[in-house]
Structures are given as C-alpha cells and as structure tokens.
C-alpha cells in the first residue's frame, strides 16, 4: 500500500455497554460518558454520549446542527428550544432533532438531569 493510501476503517462492532461501567468525566456543568464513535457498516459516523447537568445548566449556546440528533432522557427535566420553540420532558422522552435544526438544552430541575444522546453521519448529512 502506497503512503498516499489509507486502510480500511474498521465499523464499530456489536457491543454492550455498560452503565456501571463506564468512565465518568466530570465537567464544569456536571459530567459525561463517551459511549462510542465511529464508523459503521452502513454510517459514515455513529456518536453516543451520556450528558448529566446540574439544575439550571444549559448544555451550550444555541447551535445550528448539520447532523440528525437523538436525545432520550434518563432522568430530570429538560428544556430544549428546537428553531426557537420550548419543548419540556422528563424520563423517557425522546427529542428527534432534524439536520438543520438550531438547538438549546437546559436543566430545568431542581435535580440533575441525564440524558443520552446520539448522532449520526451519513453521505446525505449536510456538509454545512
């Protein structure tokens, strides 16, 4: 194989993870899980983080997302404006972001919320 090639990237395979067993980074606004990232057979990139945020944090500053997102929470309540309306859920709701959506999330307990959040590539996500 020549320098100007690459080899293959290998697809995330099949897997079990852990709850109890994963790391647990602790953030300024409350800590995270890397569950997995990379390619798959049928995904240019497939993303799982766990995000828990202490009451009345905000994940980040609103931000447009080019990739389709999947939040599910595990628990607490979360505000997550979607293209400038206020959605509110708690435990076991699940937000479906569209390429293209502007987004905040926030705690908007008294409690820690967590929830998992995935993403995904594919040929067809918008470049920008």
Not at 11 to 38: C, H, N, Q
Not at 80 to 85: P, Q, S
Request: charged share 20%; with cysteine; glycine share 8%.
């Amino acid at each position: 194989m020549s320098s100007a090639q690459t080899s293959p990237v290998t697809p995330l395979p099949s897997a079990v993870y852990d709850w109890e067993k994963m790391t647990v980074i602790p953030t300024p606004k409350g800590s995270r899980r890397d569950v997995f990232d990379g390619p798959t057979t049928t995904l240019d990139k497939a993303h799982c983080h766990i995000t828990t945020l202490n009451p009345g944090e905000n994940s980040g500053e609103p931000r447009l997302h080019l990739q389709e997102e999947i939040i599910i929470v595990k628990e607490g309540l979360v505000e997550m404006h979607i293209d400038g309306k206020l959605h509110t859920a708690g435990p076991g709701s699940v937000f479906f972001l569209a390429a293209r959506a502007t987004t905040r999330l926030r705690n908007a307990g008294d409690k820690p919320c967590t929830y998992i959040v995935i993403y995904y590539y594919t040929p067809l996500t918008p470049k920008s």
